[in-house]
């Protein structure tokens, strides 16, 4: 099945559930988890008549959730091209790791405080990574490492963290795609999201944070050269 038709599919068997939220909102929704699960690449067009029809409205509310994305850095609008999904730079990767590191360093911070269940959804992200991997895999493991650092996240206790969170990582999925060999991108940090979650479901929280200050560091190193690479607007593919 070609990739477009998986992800509209996806949308198209969701449409029920538009009537529970302002429906511009929650397409915008659906799209960016079709961006955050891997589905929805940089460069690529969204077909503005077959989203309609997936998802059962009207261009006018489509085009809404459009401008919702967009402003969220997850799409652009080219002048009588369309809306495209957006290539991040290495600007924005700058500042998508500046704003990482100050969120999860407080989720980890939080980790003592934290509720044994929030605490079971970093293994469970990591352990869905690890079985991912397993059966080869590798843009799962992707999406399961995006769930890893939303658990982090989460340990905050906060919604508007939560959300932020959302819109962040979604933006990171979009420079997951442009990395070439997603096993040798993903497997090492695998291992390392393991090192993490037991540190912090064993309280050692000075040490869990050092090791995802260290983590971060490495994966924009490796990600800004990438970039550098190829003159700075996106990694080489």
Known sequence: MPAQETWIGRIEAARGDLDR?????????????QITDGLLAPG??????????AAQVSRNTLREAFRL??????L???????????????????????????L???????ALKASPE???RLDAAVAEG???????????VGTADIRFHQAIGALCGSPRVDEVMRHLLAELRLVFHEMGSPREFHEPYLARNRVLADLMARGEIAAAERELLSY???????????YHLDGEHRPVT
């Open 104 to 110: 999860e360093a407080a989720g980890v911070r939080d």
């Open 216 to 226: 971060f560091d490495d994966a924009e190193a490796q990600l800004t050269g990438a």
């Open 130 to 140: 690890e079985r991912a991997a397993e059966a080869g895999r590798w843009s799962a």
């Open 76 to 102: 652009e609008h080219r002048f009588n091209s369309g809306v495209f999904v957006r290539r991040l730079t290495a600007a924005d990767l700058a500042d998508l790791y500046r704003v990482r590191r100050i």
């Open 69 to 74: 994305l967009v402003q969220e850095r997850l």
């Open 21 to 33: 939220s302002s429906t511009a909102a929650r397409v915008a929704g659906l799209l960016r988890e």
């Open 44 to 53: 690529e067009r969204l077909p503005e008549a077959e989203l309609c029809r």
């Open 118 to 120: 929030a605490l079971e």
